[in-house]
């Protein structure tokens, strides 16, 4: 009898055993799983709060639009200053510009406006800059394309 009550508490504490086993590895799959969790949590808050401002950038950049036409034209030191320091502010928000002049034409960051003589695909003019907020494109470069042909 001893024996078997000895068999009994040994089966008992090896089906304890891998019932506590089989809890932890529960408990460490659940853990991993709450981590992932708050990492993509914080990933999409960071996301949201980085493009929430994109909107007004888009509308503050309308504004940046006249200001440049306007020193084209009047050539005058005192509005560089003030675009300079305007562009600064925009970059420290996370706008960059597209760079296009004279590239080679990429239909993701950019509209072609017009098809003009000059060399095929590649970037002649550009009519509006393009602008990337952080890694995303915010407003594409429209610009003009050359054709191929040349004069």
């Given amino acids: 009898m001893v024996k078997k009550t000895s068999l009994k508490k040994t089966e008992e504490f090896v089906e304890l055993k891998s019932r506590i086993e089989e809890l932890e590895n529960n408990y460490k799959r659940v853990l991993a799983d709450y981590q992932n969790q708050q990492r993509r949590y914080k990933e999409q808050e960071s996301t949201l709060i980085k493009m929430a401002s994109a909107s007004l950038i888009e509308k503050l950049l309308l504004n940046m639009d006249a200001l440049e036409m306007a020193q084209a034209h009047l050539k005058d030191p005192g509005l560089k200053i003030i675009i300079d320091?305007?562009?600064?502010?925009?970059?420290?928000?996370?706008?960059?510009?597209?760079?296009?002049?004279?590239?080679?034409?990429?239909?993701?960051?950019?509209?072609?406006?017009?098809?003009?003589?000059?060399?095929?695909?590649?970037?002649?003019?550009?009519?509006?800059?393009?602008?990337?907020?952080?890694?995303?494109?915010?407003?594409?470069?429209?610009?003009?394309?050359?054709?191929?042909?040349t004069n």
């Fill in 85 to 149: 320091q305007f562009n600064s502010t925009l970059s420290q928000e996370g706008l960059s510009l597209i760079e296009s002049d004279r590239k080679e034409f990429d239909p993701l960051i950019m509209d072609c406006t017009e098809v003009v003589p000059g060399k095929k695909d590649k970037v002649i003019e550009t009519v509006s800059r393009g602008y990337y907020l952080f890694d995303k494109v915010l407003r594409p470069a429209k610009v003009k394309v050359g054709s191929g042909i």
